[in-house]
């Protein structure tokens, strides 16, 4: 690496509540990166196990132990953090990860080549087994995967430019417990570009006990909250039929009949020619994801109603053919064939 680029100092920041399983881990995998010049701020947030005794096992002068005496939640804790770190950049951590050796100089180095990069986030892969994730790189299509409600960055594995937090003054909420990360994207968004690298520069472990497992039902309702700000920064005047309009939209949910596909429809073009009027987000990629999510609607609607019932009649045809919903250019020729014919002979299983 280069000698300049070494003496970048990087404040690499992990809150931890009883995270004592695998904390060890955790801890080494920073410990030995490849890049030197970090702090490590370690904020233990009012653990009960064995967090304390693990991290007092370590002699590293990078690292800098704080104690918080009551539970603070990961939140405040991030932000106290922050508030403590002295480095140029800001890299996250969690308590149950693992970073690869050069995790933080390909971050760095990749910072360094994009001014105008405010937050990278990096691909992971998930311990123990052969799953990775394949995020956005390029900042619009971030921008646009915020937008749909989808969180398109590996919170442990972002590295964050101080400046964000110092002169844009935009910090973790903590009026929300869950969908921290979320949020901060969605309000850095506005400020600065975000990207991804595509190596695998994180090892991420599932079990129980995470936040996304066991406050499920509590992230979805804050992200659920964020999402229609953003459709209200979109369009100002949306109503409540709207927004619950949207929401089945952005979720997918299961469609029972052709009025629900006929408002969502609506709903869609609706967004990408209010898009087209003020710009916000980028046209081509945009739209694209709209149709995408629309098709996908669709064909499930139509795959479950249509495809696989068991009495077929003529009047299905309409649906299939009509120029509105163009379920014809969805399924293949033989797809289609063979639907036709079991419609005009009324089929039945």
């Not at 800001?90 to 693992?98: F, Q, S, T, V, W």
Request: proline share 2%; glycine share 2%; with cysteine.
């Amino acid at each position: 690496m280069d000698t300049e680029v070494n003496k970048i100092m990087v404040s690499v920041i992990m809150s931890v509540h009883n995270g004592a399983t695998y904390l060890k881990e955790a801890i080494d995998s920073v410990l030995n990166q490849t890049f030197s010049n970090f702090e490590y701020i370690i904020i233990n947030d009012a653990s009960s196990d064995r967090t304390h005794d693990i991290i007092k096992t370590y002699t590293d002068e990078r690292i800098n132990y704080i104690i918080n005496p009551e539970n603070l939640g990961l939140t405040k804790s991030l932000n106290k953090a922050i508030s403590m770190a002295q480095g140029k950049y800001i890299a996250r951590m969690d308590a149950d990860d693992i970073c690869q050796p050069d995790r933080l100089s390909e971050q760095v180095l990749y910072m360094e080549s994009n001014s105008d990069i405010g937050i990278c986030g990096t691909n992971f892969e998930v311990i123990g087994k052969k799953k990775r994730s394949h995020f956005p790189l390029d900042h619009e299509t971030i921008n646009i995967k915020l937008f749909q409600g989808i969180n398109p960055l590996a919170h442990p594995s972002v590295i964050i430019r101080k400046e964000l937090f110092i002169d844009k003054k935009i910090f973790y909420d903590e009026n929300i417990k869950y969908a921290q990360d979320y949020k901060l994207w969605v309000d850095a968004v506005k400020h600065i570009k975000l990207a991804n690298i595509s190596d695998i520069l994180l090892k991420y472990r599932i079990h129980n006990n995470q936040i996304s497992a066991s406050k499920n039902k509590e992230q979805k309702q804050v992200v659920e909250f964020i999402c229609i700000e953003q459709v209200k920064e979109l369009m100002p005047s949306i109503s409540d039929n709207e927004i619950n309009t949207h929401l089945n939209f952005i979720h997918e949910k299961k469609i029972i009949d052709i009025a629900c596909i006929d408002s969502i429809q609506n709903w869609a073009y609706k967004l990408i020619r209010r898009n087209r009027q003020v710009n916000k987000y980028d046209l081509a990629i945009f739209e694209k994801e709209i149709i995408f999510i629309l098709k996908r609607i669709k064909m499930e609607f139509f795959t479950h109603k249509y495809l696989r019932a068991t009495s077929y009649y003529p009047s299905m045809l309409r649906l299939y053919l009509s120029p509105r919903y163009n379920m014809y250019k969805y399924y293949s020729l033989k797809v289609g064939l063979i639907f036709v014919v079991k419609c005009v002979i009324r089929y039945k299983k």
